[in-house]
Structure formats: structure tokens, C-alpha cells
């Protein structure tokens, strides 16, 4: 099936009960069973809930996965992955450039039970190659990067990790399934935060794992069960509901990240515009290889902390706040919101400087959003 029969139809046989087209938020958290031993494949909800496990399969059908597994946040869904790849002793590699919700947990939480992480910029193989250890079990990449829009060659990578005996993960929460599909690309592992473009409404939060091998898949399941960070059944309704529109909002975010970002090309208080959709972002021609649109997520940098922070108070149609990939514009100071974890010096060498703004382009009129983001130019 195509992608957008998919995303409407995948893992949502209409409801055996009555009928319905929509399947049913089940809010329970027990079934009844019939005798000792004696179930219709459901015991407790932290096990099994049809309303999870029909966007687990819908997600696994978009991503081209073997299984997925739904979880109560983006980093909830990591946390598992840690608990699948990683043990004392191991090694792991990230993109430097990735969500300052992932470096905390990676540096703050998962190393002190003896795990080394590298941080490098994997969009150098040469810097994956030099990071590898024998002891490395995970490779873990944003592509593009939060926020810089760094562009990762995920087929270079995923070769590069299968030769070494490690699996390669990919965060895909900025392109979502719709623009990239890393499985068909080489990777192990793809995992989302659910909140962002998938649910695409603002009113949920969550996140999703999608794995190609079985013995991974059934390992995590386990995790998942054990642990217990499940989503939950009106969250996962909300992110099925959202998915059914995937392909027309990620058309319109497109259409809009592009004209917005040609808008702020143009102008002179703009130092310096990161987006992959731009003929001279440095990774233009990988983004059109293993991409098939650019997305909505534009970083900028004006220069220093009171140009944004004068900027940011102007705007009126653009939201300021922490998130990204809803239906309205999003804007924030990455500094200050979402990579603030991330020590400064660290920062400054990434590019995450006091004037750098982030804005997640909604799918408004984009002639009304390019007016707003004008005025707050002033």
C-alpha cells in the first residue's frame, strides 16, 4: 500500500465489537479472563492495550520495521533503547549536535552505570570510524541535528556499524516516516518523539521505537512490559488521529519551511540560516539523496542574546515555547530552552549561541507567518 493509505488504514481493522472505523480508546486496565491460564490475549494493560498496539503496528508498517513499541515520552523511548543496547562496560557513539534532553541523559544519567559515550559529528565518517572502540554497541544519530540541521549519511553509517558489530539508531522525529525512512537506508533502529510531527497537534506527549530485527524487537517488548513507561491509551488515540493527517501537514510544513527560510536568507539581521533545503547548507545534496522533502525546522542566528531575546518578544503569530512539529509555529532560544543541559564551551563550539533562534514553521497561511516574523524584525 502506499504511504497514505497506510497511515489512515495500517493496524486499525475497523473494531470487531461495532463496527467502527475509529478504534476505541480502551481505558482499562485489566481484562477478565475466562479461567487459570484462559485469555483472549490480553491479561494487563501495562502488557497489552489494543489502542497502543494498533499505532505500535501502524508505526512498524511507516517505517518499514519488523515491530514498534509506544512509550510514555521521546525520552522514555530512549531510555528503553539504553536498557536494550547498553551494559556496564560498553561504548556508545552520538551525534554531538543532538537534543539537549538526549545528552543529559546520556551524560548525566546512563553514564554513571558505566557506559562511555563520544561525541562526535557524524556527518565526518572519518570522525565515526576514529570514534569506534571494540567495546562499541551503539551508534546513535540525529539527522538532521537539533538544531544546527547537520545532515548524517545514514547508509555510510549504518555500514560503518555493521563492519564494527553495533546497531545503528536513528532519531527521525524531525523528518518523521513521511521524509525519511532510515530502516530502508541500513539502520537497526529508528525512534520518534511521538509529540512532535506525528501527533502534530500539540495536546500529546510520547514516544515511539521501531526496530528491524526480531530479536531486538522481542527484546524491547520485554523492556517495555518490564519497566513499564507505556503510553497511554487516549495518548495513543490522540497520535493515531494525528498520523492519519502525516502526509498532507508534512507537505504543507515543507512548503512553508521553504519559503520561510528563503524569507530569512534575504535578510540582513539574519548572521547565518541553517536548513537543508538551502542549495548552500553543506548538506544539501545528501539531504535530496536519503530525504525526500527538507522539513519545517529552521535555526538562525542573530548575532547575540539581545538581538533574539528583542525578537522573540516581538513576535505575535509564532509561538514562543519549548516543542516543535504542531500545526502552529513554534519558535524558541535553544541556548536558554531546549539545549540549555549542554554546557556553554560545548555549545559555543556546536554553534548554539546566545543568538541562535529555532522556529518549528507551522502550516499557517505563510504569508501571515513571513508578515509576523517581519514586524518582530522591526
Known amino acids: 500500500m502506499g504511504f497514505r493509505t497506510d497511515a489512515i488504514h495500517a493496524g486499525q481493522e475497523p473494531d470487531p465489537a461495532t463496527g467502527a472505523v475509529t478504534i476505541p480508546i480502551y481505558q482499562t486496565s485489566t481484562y477478565v479472563q475466562e479461567g487459570l491460564g484462559k485469555h483472549k490475549g490480553?491479561?494487563?494493560?501495562?502488557?497489552?492495550?489494543?489502542?497502543?498496539?494498533?499505532?505500535?503496528?501502524?508505526?512498524?508498517?511507516?517505517?518499514?520495521?519488523?515491530?514498534?513499541?509506544?512509550?510514555?515520552?521521546?525520552?522514555?523511548?530512549?531510555?528503553?533503547?539504553?536498557?536494550?543496547?547498553?551494559?556496564?562496560?560498553?561504548?556508545?557513539?552520538?551525534?554531538?549536535?543532538?537534543?539537549?534532553?538526549?545528552?543529559?541523559?546520556?551524560?548525566?544519567?546512563?553514564?554513571?552505570?558505566?557506559?562511555?559515550?563520544?561525541?562526535?559529528?557524524?556527518?565526518?565518517?572519518?570522525?565515526?570510524?576514529?570514534?569506534?572502540?571494540?567495546?562499541?554497541?551503539?551508534?546513535?544519530?540525529?539527522?538532521?541535528?537539533?538544531?544546527?540541521?547537520?545532515?548524517?549519511?545514514?547508509?555510510?553509517?549504518?555500514?560503518?556499524?555493521?563492519?564494527?558489530?553495533?546497531?545503528?539508531?536513528?532519531?527521525?522525529?524531525?523528518?518523521?516516516?513521511?521524509?525519511?525512512?532510515?530502516?530502508?537506508?541500513?539502520?537497526?533502529?529508528?525512534?520518534?518523539?511521538?509529540?512532535?510531527y506525528l501527533n502534530g497537534h500539540s495536546d500529546s506527549v510520547g514516544g515511539i521505537v521501531v526496530l528491524k530485527r526480531k530479536e531486538d524487537a522481542e527484546r524491547l517488548q520485554f523492556i517495555q512490559n518490564a519497566a513499564g513507561a507505556i503510553l497511554s491509551p487516549f495518548d495513543s488515540w490522540l497520535v493515531l488521529r494525528g498520523i492519519k493527517t502525516l502526509p498532507l501537514r508534512m507537505e504543507a510544513h515543507n512548503a512553508n519551511g521553504r519559503a520561510v527560510a528563503k524569507y530569512l536568507s534575504e535578510k540582513k539581521q539574519v548572521q547565518k540560516i541553517y536548513y537543508p533545503g538551502l542549495p548552500n547548507h553543506p548538506g544539501y545534496e545528501l539531504a535530496r539523496k536519503q530525504m525526500s522533502g527538507f522539513g519545517a525546522m529552521i535555526a538562525f542566528d542573530l548575532g547575540s542574546l539581545n538581538r533574539a531575546k528583542s525578537f522573540l518578544e516581538r513576535v505575535r503569530l509564532c509561538s514562543l515555547a519549548e516543542s516543535l512539529g504542531g500545526v502552529e509555529t513554534l519558535i524558541s532560544h535553544p541556548a536558554t530552552m531546549t539545549h540549555a543541559s549542554v554546557p556553554p564551551d560545548q555549545r559555543a563550539r556546536l554553534g548554539i549561541t546566545d543568538g541562535l533562534v529555532r522556529i518549528s514553521v507551522g502550516v499557517e497561511d505563510v504569508d501571515d507567518l513571513i508578515a509576523d516574523l517581519e514586524q518582530a524584525f522591526g
Open 42 to 196: 490480553f491479561e494487563y494493560a501495562r502488557t497489552q492495550n489494543p489502542t497502543r498496539m494498533a499505532l505500535e503496528k501502524n508505526m512498524a508498517v511507516l517505517e518499514k520495521g519488523t515491530a514498534g513499541y509506544a512509550f510514555a515520552s521521546g525520552m522514555a523511548a530512549t531510555t528503553a533503547l539504553t536498557h536494550l543496547l547498553l551494559k556496564q562496560g560498553d561504548h556508545a557513539i552520538c551525534s554531538d549536535n543532538v537534543y539537549g534532553g538526549t545528552f543529559r541523559l546520556f551524560d548525566k544519567i546512563v553514564k554513571h552505570y558505566g557506559v562511555e559515550f563520544s561525541y562526535v559529528n557524524t556527518s565526518d565518517l572519518r570522525q565515526v570510524e576514529k570514534a569506534l572502540r571494540p567495546n562499541t554497541k551503539m551508534i546513535f544519530i540525529e539527522t538532521p541535528t537539533n538544531p544546527i540541521m547537520s545532515i548524517t549519511d545514514i547508509a555510510a553509517v549504518s555500514e560503518i556499524a555493521h563492519r564494527s558489530g553495533c546497531r545503528l539508531v536513528v532519531d527521525n522525529t524531525f523528518m518523521s516516516p513521511y521524509f525519511q525512512r532510515p530502516i530502508e537506508l541500513g539502520a537497526d533502529i529508528v525512534v520518534h518523539s511521538t509529540t512532535k
